[in-house]
């Protein structure tokens, strides 16, 4: 099993909703991450969770509140979003360790609109 | 900080030809991986290529091939026998290699290249 899984695939907000992100992988890896990814432009780093703690913010905003309840999973919570946060929403994994290959494995991404 | 320029905004190619794509990087450490990611129209990031700093030999993957110049700070990506399928944005990414220090978690990315192969 070689996947990362996101869902949802689409969400669509409001600037006052509360929604979450969901991120899962089953490779037995320690790192997890979150990005960020507007069209047409690599994909901006927002979060590292290494052995399911916090271990790079990238001074992001407060209304993106990151949780890694166990080491399969990874969470985005997002509240009082502004349309400027519209993008897609990539989540990756690596090994750590071991075999350790540097390359980060991504899911499909979540794509985020924000009325 | 580490830096990784892709100067080709976009590229095409016929299919069945050969395009190689620039990359070029900019660091202090001497161990370190480079990759070459693909994404697709479909948008999931799909590794192409990995090349270790320490290896002299260059990386292949069946049609893809890396021509790596540590001195020159040069990593481009070469693809032969392009296919339709090969149309994605790619993307040339830097990560150092080990452990400890919250810079050693980070996947830094080139501006990337559109590449489109025509029929």
């Known amino acids: 099993d070689t996947e990362v899984t996101q869902t949802p695939k689409h969400l669509v907000m409001g600037m006052t909703n509360k929604k979450s992100l969901k991120c899962e992988q089953h490779m037995g890896h320690r790192a997890m991450y979150w990005y960020k990814q507007k069209a047409k432009k690599p994909p901006e780093l927002m979060f590292v969770y290494s052995y399911e703690k916090l271990s790079i913010n990238e001074s992001v905003p407060s209304r993106f509140s990151p949780e890694c309840p166990n080491s399969s999973l990874l969470n985005l919570h997002l509240h009082a979003l502004q349309p400027e946060d519209s993008a897609l929403y990539l989540c990756?994994?690596?090994?750590?360790?071991?075999?350790?290959?540097?390359?980060?494995?991504f899911g499909e991404g979540s794509r985020l609109t924000v009325l | 900080a580490q830096t990784v320029t892709q100067s080709q905004p976009e590229m095409s190619v016929q299919e069945a030809e050969t395009v190689t794509l620039s990359c070029t990087y900019d660091t202090s450490e001497n161990n370190y991986y480079l990759f070459w990611y693909k994404q697709p129209p479909s948008r999931q990031m799909i590794l192409v290529i990995r090349?270790?700093?320490?290896k002299q030999q260059n990386a292949t993957e069946n049609r893809f091939s890396v021509n790596f110049q540590k001195a020159a700070k040069s990593f481009s990506l070469k693809i032969s026998d392009s296919q339709l399928g090969d149309t994605a944005m790619y993307f040339c990414?830097?990560?150092?290699w080990g452990a400890g220090g919250t810079s050693y978690g980070k996947l830094t990315f080139g501006q990337g290249t559109i590449l489109t192969v025509h029929p």
């Open positions: 990756a994994s690596r090994r750590k360790g071991g075999a350790y290959t540097g390359e980060l494995f």
């Open positions: 090349q270790e700093a320490y």
């Open positions: 990414a830097f990560k150092i």
